[in-house]
């Protein structure tokens, strides 16, 4: 989680956000994908080293303040043991006071990445979108909700869909927010979803997607499935950072393209370290979500 409060100075900050991360197993390479609400507030970002509540060592500057934020770093053993021991975060600030901070984590058992490239047919718009998934029981464990957060950038937004459909197709309506309508805020998104077994078995088959349609896209500017984190252990952090941490992630095959996260995710297998070296382009996917 990132918010005011988690900064080593705690501020009071309303804006928020959400941030995909993946690590390459062979390169070394991080890179991430940030979307925030707070485009008139932020001047500057950081990547940064330190547990949670400490000040920290900045590891490097983030390429713009403006949302949505690409980039990417490659990282040395040292720093692959502080991402896979929840001590890498991202931080923004405000006319150089620190705003906002969250350390990366894989708490949430699904994310979701929208884009205009995940339309059918594809669509041409600098928009993006992130956020996080989970599923939750009542005390009773008789009803299960999936619990979501979305954060994105798309102008003129009509809605937030939750549909059932696998990726490549399009399916019916199963939640439908259309608060933006009475002049409510557009991001973050939050809801819930009451699903019995069969739904839960479609999002365990990543059956369901979200869509933002738009004033310009009446039928989706920005659409993503609903991804689940599988365990994995991959090469290149030390036995002790194995030990420490029980790390969920997300691995898929990645073209080589501009931006990994425009690319289609696939799981692949579920695997010790050992045997990650045998993939060409192997990734992992860690979360952060900025509330």
């Not at 390479?29 to 400490?54: C, F, K, N, P, R």
């Not at 620190?98 to 058992?109: E, I, P, S, T, V």
């Not at 979108?129 to 102008?155: K, P, Q």
Request: glycine share 8%.
């Amino acid at each position: 989680m990132m918010s005011g409060a988690e900064v080593a100075q705690p501020v009071q900050a309303e804006a928020g956000g959400c941030a995909i991360v993946s690590y390459d197993c062979n390169t070394k390479i991080m890179e991430y994908l940030i979307v925030h609400d707070a485009d008139e507030l932020v001047t500057s970002g950081v990547i940064g080293l330190g547990e949670q509540g400490e000040f920290g060592t900045i590891l490097d500057s983030l390429p713009t303040a403006t949302s949505p934020i690409f980039g990417s770093i490659r990282l040395t053993n040292s720093q692959i043991h502080a991402l896979y021991t929840n001590q890498m975060y991202f931080q923004l600030y405000a006319q150089g006071t620190a705003f906002m901070r969250g350390n990366l984590n894989a708490d949430w058992d699904y994310f979701i990445y929208l884009s205009g490239s995940n339309e059918l047919p594809a669509v041409s718009t600098p928009a993006k979108g992130c956020g996080l998934a989970r599923v939750a029981r009542d005390n009773d464990e008789e009803d299960i909700a999936l619990l979501f957060s979305i954060y994105h950038t798309v102008r003129s937004p009509l809605s937030l869909e939750l549909r059932r459909g696998a990726e490549g197709t399009a399916g019916p309506a199963e939640l439908v927010i259309d608060d933006f309508i009475r002049g409510e805020t557009s991001s973050p998104i939050r809801g819930d979803l009451f699903m019995d077994d069969d739904d839960i078995a479609a999002l365990q088959a990543e059956e369901f997607y979200f869509e933002i349609p738009s004033a310009s896209h009446l039928i989706g500017e920005i659409r993503g499935q609903v991804r689940r984190l599988n365990p994995c252990q991959v090469a290149g952090i030390s036995y002790s950072a194995q030990e420490e941490t029980s790390v969920n992630v997300f691995s898929y095959f990645q073209s080589i393209d501009a931006s990994r996260f425009s690319g289609r995710y696939n799981i692949i297998y579920n695997s010790p370290a050992a045997s990650v070296s045998v993939f060409a382009w192997v990734s992992v996917v860690m979360l952060v979500i900025l509330v």
